[in-house]
């Protein structure tokens, strides 16, 4: 079945490093969507993908899908202490049920 | 506009015992999700429904699970009976369109099985 992995698992940086995490498909993708939860809260929504190569930026946040639809990247820039949570992408293969797999999620530590 | 809504927030019960947990969706969502996330991994699908329809409820354990969302509103998860590794967050959310759009999630029910 769809499968979506995520890395690194955990990442450590200092306030003001950039961050990326990276996600991989087992299929092509229709769609990926990228949550954010903090520490104790639930995931909250941050963008979502469609087209093949798409490139879309929130703010400090660049978001990249794949020209084959099998992989997604999220980029932080100049991170700081409020990026700190587990980022979590998900993605649809658009079949017949089409769920949503997340990933196990990448957990970002910032050090001020 | 009010989010997700799910109570208990927390249960602490001993294995063998039910527990229900409760889902309210934002008004005017059709599609209604229930997941399940361990520590340190990512929410996994239990189930889906559209409006009163269960559409997909391939993950649920049917031994011991069991959903219900009567009027496609509001919905209900059991367990019965619990075991240990039922340990978890359930967490509920709902979404516009189905499959497609953004998932607003619940701030979740942390079960804890003694």
């Known amino acids: 079945g769809q499968q979506v992995m995520q890395i690194p698992q955990y990442q450590h940086v200092q306030e003001g490093e950039d961050f990326t995490t990276y996600c991989n ?3 092509t993708l229709s769609n990926i969507q990228w949550y954010k939860q903090r520490p104790g809260g639930h995931p909250v929504f941050l963008i979502q993908l469609v087209k093949s190569g798409e490139v879309k930026k929130q703010k400090r946040l660049t978001f990249q899908f794949g020209e084959a ?8 820039t100049a991170t700081q202490t409020t990026d700190v949570g587990t980022y979590f992408c998900a993605g649809s293969d658009g079949g ?13 530590s910032v050090k001020p | 506009e009010a989010g997700v ?9 001993e294995k063998k015992q039910p527990v229900a947990f409760w889902c309210n969706p934002i008004s005017g969502h059709n599609t209604l999700y229930w997941y399940l996330q361990n520590l340190g991994q990512g929410p996994e699908l239990l189930i889906r429904y559209e409006n009163e329809e269960a ?3 391939s993950q649920l354990p049917k031994d011991r699970f069991s959903a219900e ?15 240990l590794g039922d340990s978890a967050v359930y967490l509920c959310a709902s979404s516009f369109l189905s499959n497609t759009g953004e998932l607003f999630f619940g701030e979740g029910s942390r079960l804890t099985v003694l």
């Open chain 1, 25 to 27: 498909s087992s299929t």
């Open chain 2, 69 to 83: 969302r009567l009027k496609g509103v509001d919905s209900t998860l059991k367990i019965q009976p619990a075991e």
């Open chain 1, 96 to 108: 017949s049920q089409g769920n949503l797999i997340f990933g196990k999620g990448t957990k970002l």
């Open chain 1, 69 to 76: 639809k099998k992989n997604s990247s999220l980029h932080i």
């Open chain 2, 55 to 57: 559409v997909d409820d």
């Open chain 2, 5 to 13: 809504v799910q109570s208990p927030r927390y249960k602490i019960i």
